[in-house]
C-alpha cells in the first residue's frame, strides 16, 4: 500500500508518517521502481501501536521505543517498561488535575470579584487603577483585579488588620 492508504487506515495525515519516517521512529519502507514508498500490514500494525500510545501522551521517543520493541520481538522488554510508563502518565495526568482544580478554584474567585459588587460604591470601586501605557490616565480595575486574585487576593478583599 501507499503512503496516503497507511496513513488513513490509522487516521493521521500522511505528513505525520513521513514525519515518522524522517525521524527515524517508524522503519523506512522498500520503495517501489518509481520511488513510490510501499507499507506492508506490518508497517500498519507498528505505526498504529505508535500512535495508540501517542495518544495516551507518552512521549514520542518511548512510544517510538516500545513499538520497535514490540514489532522486533522483544516483547518482554515492552512488558515491562509498560508499566512503568503507564503509572508515570498517571502520575503527570493526577499533577495535572490538581492544577487544573487550583486554576478553576482562582477562576471562581476571579470571577466573584469582578462581578458581585464590593462594599464600596460598584463591583471594582475599591480597587486602585492601574495606568494605561502611553496615555497616562487610569485603566479599568479589570487588571488589577487579575493580577490580585491571581496572585493570591487583593487588598480590597483581605480582611483588615
Known amino acids: 500500500m501507499k503512503i496516503g492508504e497507511l496513513a488513513e487506515r490509522v487516521g493521521v495525515p500522511a ?3 513521513r514525519f515518522y519516517e524522517r525521524e527515524g521512529w ?3 519502507p522498500a520503495r517501489q521502481d518509481n520511488g513510490y514508498r510501499e507499507y506492508t500490514m506490518a508497517d500498519v500494525e507498528h505505526l498504529r501501536l505508535l500512535i495508540d500510545l501517542r495518544r495516551l501522551e507518552l512521549p514520542l521517543d518511548e512510544a ?3 513499538a520497535s520493541w514490540c514489532h522486533s520481538g522483544h516483547c518482554a522488554t515492552t512488558g515491562s517498561e509498560l508499566p512503568r510508563l503507564i503509572a508515570e502518565r498517571r ?3 493526577t499533577a495535572r488535575m490538581a ?3 487550583e486554576l478553576d478554584a482562582r477562576l471562581a474567585d476571579l470571577e ?3 462581578t458581585e459588587p ?3 460604591a460598584g463591583p471594582l470601586a475599591s480597587r486602585s487603577a492601574l495606568s494605561v501605557i502611553d496615555l497616562g490616565g487610569p485603566c479599568c480595575d479589570a487588571a488589577a483585579a487579575v ?3 491571581v496572585e493570591g487576593g487583593c487588598s480590597c478583599c483581605a480582611p483588615a488588620h
Request: proline share 4%.
Open 64 to 66: 517510538a521505543q516500545l
Open 147 to 149: 493580577t490580585g486574585v
Open 91 to 93: 502520575a503527570d495526568v
Open 15 to 17: 505528513d505525520t508518517v
Open 99 to 101: 492544577r487544573l482544580r
Open 112 to 114: 466573584r470579584h469582578v
Open 118 to 120: 464590593s462594599r464600596a
Open 26 to 28: 517508524l522503519p523506512r
